[in-house]
């Protein structure tokens, strides 16, 4: 049996990423100030929206009437697959563990090729441990879109646990390439500690003792 791999204090998975509108309609970031103006202005700008956007809207600011919207969304088939992914993290947030899985497979049954719902689902399995379908999930996710760098760092992290250790340092290695170079530093100590244990599974003998 090989060592047990030691992770730095640092190596923490990332988090959920919420779907964002898509196309040209999607929300200017030089429009935001809106936000702050009186609440006339933000309900007759919100009613221009689709449902899921307003919906989106909402979950931006931490809103409590998000959830319904993206419920409403769904029954109007506006955006389905991303308002139930969306939900999913909600739901997930919230502590409602069964509500969430039962989002992300219903976005991934609405589109199985859905980069956030793989994602998030393969957050979900590794919350609950079980890294199998964690991985699976990651690497699906890494296929839709693999220039998405924190997909690279999860799925790096549940290759090492599935001590599948040539992989994470490949996948750790890609991260590393994707991101600015003083992000791409902070995980040079999981990697080093990743050739160690590589090391000391292929040379058992040259293991100190």
């Known amino acids: 049996?090989?060592?047990?791999?030691?992770?730095?204090?640092?190596?923490?998975?990332?988090?959920?990423?919420?779907?964002?509108?898509?196309?040209?309609?999607?929300?200017?970031?030089n429009q935001?100030?809106?936000?702050?103006?009186?609440?006339?202005?933000?309900?007759?700008?919100?009613?221009?929206?689709?449902?899921?956007?307003?919906?989106?809207?909402?979950?931006?600011?931490g809103d409590a009437q998000a959830p319904e919207l993206y419920r409403k969304?769904?029954?109007?088939?506006?955006?389905?697959?991303?308002?139930?992914c969306n939900l999913?993290?909600?739901?997930?947030k919230r502590g409602n563990i069964a509500?969430?899985?039962d989002c992300f497979t219903h976005s991934l049954k609405e589109n199985p090729r859905h980069f956030e719902a793989h994602y998030n689902l393969g957050n979900m399995y590794f919350d609950v441990d079980d890294f199998r379908l964690a991985q699976v999930h990651y690497e699906l996710a890494a296929?839709?879109?693999?220039?998405?760098?924190?997909?690279?760092?999860?799925?790096?992290l549940v290759q090492a646990i599935n001590n599948d250790l040539g992989a994470a340092i490949r996948t750790l290695t890609r991260y590393q390439q994707l991101v600015p170079a003083d992000e791409g530093r902070n995980v040079e100590e999981l990697l080093e500690n990743l050739r160690k244990s590589l090391l000391a599974a292929r040379?058992?003998?040259?293991t100190p003792v």
């Open 1 to 29: 049996m090989g060592q047990i791999l030691k992770f730095p204090l640092q190596a923490s998975k990332f988090g959920y990423k919420r779907v964002k509108q898509r196309g040209p309609t999607a929300e200017n970031p």
């Open 32 to 61: 935001l100030h809106l936000f702050a103006q009186p609440t006339a202005q933000i309900l007759s700008f919100a009613s221009a929206l689709s449902r899921f956007e307003q919906a989106l809207l909402l979950d931006e600011r």
């Open 73 to 84: 969304a769904i029954e109007e088939s506006d955006c389905v697959a991303d308002s139930y």
């Open 88 to 92: 999913g993290i909600i739901e997930s």
């Open 99 to 101: 509500k969430a899985f």
């Open 143 to 156: 296929e839709l879109d693999p220039a998405f760098p924190n997909v690279h760092f999860n799925l790096a």
């Open 203 to 206: 040379n058992p003998r040259s």
